[in-house]
Protein backbone atom coordinates (compact mmCIF):
# COMPACT_ATOMS: atom_id res chain seq x y z
CA UNK A 1 0.00 0.00 0.00
CA UNK A 2 1.53 3.40 -0.98
CA UNK A 3 0.01 6.35 1.44
CA UNK A 4 -1.65 9.11 -0.89
CA UNK A 5 0.06 12.05 1.12
CA UNK A 6 3.68 10.41 0.86
CA UNK A 7 3.78 8.88 -2.70
CA UNK A 8 5.34 11.35 -4.93
CA UNK A 9 8.07 12.30 -3.14
CA UNK A 10 9.35 8.78 -2.06
CA UNK A 11 9.13 8.11 -5.77
CA UNK A 12 10.72 11.04 -6.88
CA UNK A 13 13.55 10.43 -4.09
CA UNK A 14 13.73 7.12 -5.07
CA UNK A 15 14.23 7.50 -8.52
CA UNK A 16 16.99 10.01 -8.11
CA UNK A 17 18.51 7.60 -5.88
CA UNK A 18 19.42 4.84 -8.08
CA UNK A 19 20.22 5.70 -12.00
CA UNK A 20 18.00 1.93 -12.75
CA UNK A 21 15.04 3.96 -12.54
CA UNK A 22 16.25 6.64 -14.99
CA UNK A 23 15.25 7.18 -18.31
CA UNK A 24 17.35 6.60 -21.27
CA UNK A 25 17.08 9.58 -24.07
CA UNK A 26 15.04 7.19 -26.58
CA UNK A 27 12.15 6.68 -24.14
CA UNK A 28 13.23 3.34 -22.61
CA UNK A 29 14.48 2.99 -18.91
CA UNK A 30 18.01 3.40 -18.48
CA UNK A 31 20.25 0.64 -19.31
CA UNK A 32 17.18 -1.53 -20.20
CA UNK A 33 17.04 -4.19 -22.52
CA UNK A 34 13.85 -6.70 -22.73
CA UNK A 35 14.66 -9.70 -23.76
CA UNK A 36 12.63 -13.05 -23.05
CA UNK A 37 12.99 -15.36 -20.60
CA UNK A 38 13.86 -19.29 -21.19
CA UNK A 39 11.01 -21.00 -23.49
CA UNK A 40 9.85 -18.16 -24.53
CA UNK A 41 8.40 -16.86 -21.66
CA UNK A 42 7.38 -13.02 -20.69
CA UNK A 43 9.60 -10.71 -21.33
CA UNK A 44 11.50 -9.13 -19.07
CA UNK A 45 14.98 -6.91 -18.68
CA UNK A 46 18.08 -7.84 -18.39
CA UNK A 47 19.88 -7.61 -15.33
CA UNK A 48 22.20 -4.80 -14.70
CA UNK A 49 25.85 -4.74 -13.51
CA UNK A 50 26.76 -7.33 -12.11
CA UNK A 51 23.74 -9.11 -12.27
CA UNK A 52 21.60 -6.50 -10.17
CA UNK A 53 17.79 -6.62 -10.47
CA UNK A 54 16.25 -4.81 -13.47
CA UNK A 55 13.78 -1.92 -12.76
CA UNK A 56 11.11 -0.85 -15.22
CA UNK A 57 9.22 1.86 -14.66
CA UNK A 58 7.45 2.74 -17.79
CA UNK A 59 7.47 1.65 -21.27
CA UNK A 60 8.17 3.88 -24.77
CA UNK A 61 6.86 7.23 -25.12
CA UNK A 62 7.54 7.03 -29.06
CA UNK A 63 5.06 3.67 -30.05
CA UNK A 64 1.74 4.68 -29.86
CA UNK A 65 -0.63 5.56 -26.86
CA UNK A 66 -0.32 2.40 -24.63
CA UNK A 67 -0.61 2.40 -21.14
CA UNK A 68 -1.26 -0.15 -17.99
CA UNK A 69 -3.22 0.14 -15.10
CA UNK A 70 -1.27 -2.01 -12.48
CA UNK A 71 -3.02 -2.78 -9.31
CA UNK A 72 -1.35 -3.87 -6.26
CA UNK A 73 -3.29 -6.64 -3.86
CA UNK A 74 -2.13 -5.70 -0.45
CA UNK A 75 -2.37 -7.47 2.68
CA UNK A 76 0.68 -8.00 5.19
CA UNK A 77 1.67 -10.57 6.98
CA UNK A 78 -0.24 -9.27 10.88
CA UNK A 79 -3.50 -8.78 9.22
CA UNK A 80 -5.25 -12.43 9.30
CA UNK A 81 -6.98 -11.26 12.29
CA UNK A 82 -8.42 -7.77 10.34
CA UNK A 83 -9.90 -10.08 7.87
CA UNK A 84 -11.14 -12.59 10.04
CA UNK A 85 -13.14 -9.92 11.83
CA UNK A 86 -14.62 -8.76 8.32
CA UNK A 87 -11.97 -6.49 6.97
CA UNK A 88 -12.34 -6.49 3.27
CA UNK A 89 -8.63 -7.10 1.23
CA UNK A 90 -10.35 -7.48 -1.71
CA UNK A 91 -12.37 -5.67 -4.38
CA UNK A 92 -15.05 -8.24 -6.28
CA UNK A 93 -16.47 -4.90 -7.37
CA UNK A 94 -13.50 -3.38 -9.44
CA UNK A 95 -12.25 -6.78 -10.99
CA UNK A 96 -16.00 -6.85 -12.11
CA UNK A 97 -16.00 -3.07 -13.65
CA UNK A 98 -12.32 -3.97 -15.03
CA UNK A 99 -13.65 -6.99 -17.14
CA UNK A 100 -16.75 -5.17 -17.99
CA UNK A 101 -14.82 -2.54 -19.40
CA UNK A 102 -12.43 -5.14 -21.30
CA UNK A 103 -9.24 -3.91 -19.96
CA UNK A 104 -6.38 -6.29 -19.66
CA UNK A 105 -4.51 -5.57 -16.13
CA UNK A 106 -1.61 -6.18 -13.95
CA UNK A 107 -2.21 -7.40 -10.21
CA UNK A 108 0.95 -7.34 -7.68
CA UNK A 109 -0.07 -9.56 -5.83
CA UNK A 110 0.66 -10.45 -2.23
CA UNK A 111 1.07 -14.27 -0.96
CA UNK A 112 -0.71 -13.59 2.47
CA UNK A 113 -3.40 -11.96 -0.14
CA UNK A 114 -3.75 -15.46 -1.58
CA UNK A 115 -3.74 -17.60 1.17
CA UNK A 116 -6.63 -15.52 2.09
CA UNK A 117 -8.47 -15.28 -0.92
CA UNK A 118 -7.25 -18.48 -2.96
CA UNK A 119 -10.12 -18.35 -5.16
CA UNK A 120 -10.28 -15.01 -5.91
CA UNK A 121 -5.81 -15.85 -6.69
CA UNK A 122 -7.37 -18.80 -8.84
CA UNK A 123 -10.15 -16.72 -10.80
CA UNK A 124 -7.36 -13.85 -11.61
CA UNK A 125 -4.49 -16.41 -12.78
CA UNK A 126 -6.58 -18.38 -15.03
CA UNK A 127 -8.32 -14.91 -16.75
CA UNK A 128 -6.38 -14.23 -19.97
CA UNK A 129 -7.53 -10.48 -19.66
CA UNK A 130 -5.25 -10.02 -16.26
CA UNK A 131 -1.64 -11.13 -15.40
CA UNK A 132 -0.75 -11.62 -11.77
CA UNK A 133 2.71 -10.64 -10.66
CA UNK A 134 4.96 -11.03 -7.10
CA UNK A 135 4.22 -7.92 -4.55
CA UNK A 136 5.80 -10.62 -1.74
CA UNK A 137 4.75 -12.06 0.94
CA UNK A 138 4.72 -10.37 4.10
CA UNK A 139 4.25 -6.76 2.33
CA UNK A 140 7.50 -5.58 4.73
CA UNK A 141 8.89 -3.54 3.15
CA UNK A 142 12.74 -3.79 2.07
CA UNK A 143 14.22 -0.65 2.95
CA UNK A 144 14.21 1.06 6.58
CA UNK A 145 11.67 3.90 6.83
CA UNK A 146 8.75 3.07 4.12
CA UNK A 147 5.56 4.27 5.58
CA UNK A 148 6.21 2.51 8.74
CA UNK A 149 5.61 -0.73 7.35
CA UNK A 150 7.60 -3.83 9.38
CA UNK A 151 10.96 -4.55 7.07
CA UNK A 152 12.09 -7.26 6.02
CA UNK A 153 16.16 -8.38 6.50
CA UNK A 154 18.63 -8.63 4.31
CA UNK A 155 18.71 -12.24 4.67
CA UNK A 156 15.34 -12.81 4.22
CA UNK A 157 14.08 -10.19 1.24
CA UNK A 158 14.71 -13.66 -1.49
CA UNK A 159 13.03 -16.15 0.85
CA UNK A 160 9.60 -13.33 1.13
CA UNK A 161 9.87 -13.42 -2.90
CA UNK A 162 10.12 -17.41 -2.74
CA UNK A 163 7.44 -17.74 -0.56
CA UNK A 164 5.31 -15.22 -2.24
CA UNK A 165 5.12 -17.75 -5.58
CA UNK A 166 5.06 -20.73 -3.52
CA UNK A 167 1.69 -19.05 -2.15
CA UNK A 168 0.56 -17.91 -5.64
CA UNK A 169 0.68 -21.75 -7.22
CA UNK A 170 -1.04 -23.00 -3.91
CA UNK A 171 -3.90 -20.54 -4.78
CA UNK A 172 -4.08 -22.13 -8.28
CA UNK A 173 -2.18 -19.25 -10.14
CA UNK A 174 -0.52 -21.33 -12.76
CA UNK A 175 1.94 -18.87 -14.27
CA UNK A 176 2.80 -15.77 -12.13
CA UNK A 177 4.54 -13.25 -13.99
CA UNK A 178 8.49 -13.12 -13.49
CA UNK A 179 7.56 -9.15 -12.38
CA UNK A 180 7.99 -8.09 -9.22
CA UNK A 181 6.83 -4.84 -7.06
CA UNK A 182 8.75 -3.45 -3.73
CA UNK A 183 6.07 -2.93 -1.02
CA UNK A 184 5.56 0.75 -0.52
CA UNK A 185 7.97 0.74 -3.85
CA UNK A 186 10.90 1.50 -1.40
CA UNK A 187 13.75 -0.21 -2.51
CA UNK A 188 17.75 0.37 -2.65
CA UNK A 189 20.67 -0.93 -3.89
CA UNK A 190 21.15 -3.56 -0.93
CA UNK A 191 17.41 -4.72 -1.52
CA UNK A 192 17.94 -5.19 -5.56
CA UNK A 193 21.46 -7.37 -4.54
CA UNK A 194 19.50 -9.61 -2.72
CA UNK A 195 17.08 -10.26 -5.52
CA UNK A 196 19.65 -10.89 -8.23
CA UNK A 197 20.02 -14.61 -9.85
CA UNK A 198 16.01 -14.50 -9.21
CA UNK A 199 15.46 -13.61 -12.88
CA UNK A 200 12.76 -11.25 -12.08
CA UNK A 201 11.98 -7.61 -13.33
CA UNK A 202 11.01 -5.04 -10.18
CA UNK A 203 8.37 -2.98 -11.72
CA UNK A 204 7.55 0.44 -9.98
CA UNK A 205 5.43 3.14 -12.20
CA UNK A 206 5.66 6.74 -13.31
CA UNK A 207 1.47 7.81 -12.44
CA UNK A 208 0.85 7.61 -8.76
CA UNK A 209 -2.72 7.61 -9.49
CA UNK A 210 -3.26 8.66 -4.94
CA UNK A 211 -6.09 5.98 -4.62
CA UNK A 212 -4.59 5.11 -1.26
CA UNK A 213 -6.87 5.78 1.70
CA UNK A 214 -8.46 8.31 -0.48
CA UNK A 215 -12.44 9.41 -0.24
CA UNK A 216 -12.54 11.96 -3.03
CA UNK A 217 -12.93 9.73 -6.15
CA UNK A 218 -12.88 13.02 -8.56
CA UNK A 219 -9.90 14.32 -7.31
CA UNK A 220 -7.67 10.41 -8.10
CA UNK A 221 -9.43 10.93 -11.54
CA UNK A 222 -7.97 14.40 -11.95
CA UNK A 223 -4.53 13.03 -10.93
CA UNK A 224 -4.58 10.61 -13.06
CA UNK A 225 -5.82 11.65 -16.06
CA UNK A 226 -2.94 14.58 -15.41
CA UNK A 227 -0.26 12.55 -15.49
CA UNK A 228 -0.72 9.45 -18.01
CA UNK A 229 1.66 9.78 -20.99
CA UNK A 230 2.48 7.09 -23.75
CA UNK A 231 3.88 3.95 -22.06
CA UNK A 232 2.67 5.10 -18.51
CA UNK A 233 2.60 2.66 -15.70
CA UNK A 234 -0.20 3.93 -13.41
CA UNK A 235 -0.41 1.62 -9.63
CA UNK A 236 -3.88 1.49 -7.85
CA UNK A 237 -4.78 -0.99 -5.38
CA UNK A 238 -7.69 -3.81 -5.22
CA UNK A 239 -8.45 -3.46 -1.37
CA UNK A 240 -12.17 -1.83 -0.67
CA UNK A 241 -11.16 -1.19 3.26
CA UNK A 242 -7.81 1.30 2.30
CA UNK A 243 -9.23 2.41 -1.32
CA UNK A 244 -12.81 2.50 -1.74
CA UNK A 245 -12.92 4.62 -4.87
CA UNK A 246 -11.08 2.89 -7.07
CA UNK A 247 -13.98 0.86 -8.80
CA UNK A 248 -15.02 4.30 -9.43
CA UNK A 249 -11.84 5.76 -10.54
CA UNK A 250 -11.66 3.11 -12.86
CA UNK A 251 -15.14 3.71 -14.52
CA UNK A 252 -14.56 6.79 -15.16
CA UNK A 253 -10.53 7.15 -16.39
CA UNK A 254 -11.11 4.48 -18.56
CA UNK A 255 -13.68 5.92 -21.28
CA UNK A 256 -11.78 9.27 -20.90
CA UNK A 257 -8.03 7.69 -21.59
CA UNK A 258 -10.01 5.93 -24.73
CA UNK A 259 -11.52 8.97 -25.86
CA UNK A 260 -7.99 10.48 -25.67
CA UNK A 261 -6.79 7.35 -28.20
CA UNK A 262 -4.94 5.58 -25.31
CA UNK A 263 -5.02 1.45 -25.44
CA UNK A 264 -5.13 -0.50 -22.40
CA UNK A 265 -2.17 -3.39 -22.10
CA UNK A 266 -0.61 -5.47 -19.63
CA UNK A 267 2.80 -4.76 -17.97
CA UNK A 268 4.20 -7.27 -19.90
CA UNK A 269 3.52 -5.55 -23.10
CA UNK A 270 5.07 -2.54 -22.16
CA UNK A 271 8.43 -4.20 -21.30
CA UNK A 272 8.16 -6.55 -24.32
CA UNK A 273 8.44 -3.25 -26.37
CA UNK A 274 10.77 -1.39 -24.45
CA UNK A 275 13.69 -4.10 -26.30
CA UNK A 276 11.85 -2.81 -29.80
CA UNK A 277 13.52 0.99 -28.78
CA UNK A 278 17.03 1.36 -29.88
Known amino acids: MIPRVRCITAVCVLGAALTACGTAGDGRPAGASASPSPAAG ?51 GLIGALRALKVPATVFMTGRWADQYPAEARDLGHDPQFEVANHSWSHYA ?84 DGVKPGSVVVMHCTRSAAPTTERVVRTVVPELRRRGYRFVKVSELIGQAGTVR
Open 42 to 92: PPVLAPGPGGLTPVFEHGPRTLGRTVALTFDADMTADQGPRAASGEHFDNP
Open 142 to 225: FTADCYGLPTVDADGMRADVQRAYTSLRKAGVPKAMPYFRFPGGCYDQRALRALSGLGVTAVQWDVISGDAFATDADAVVQQVL
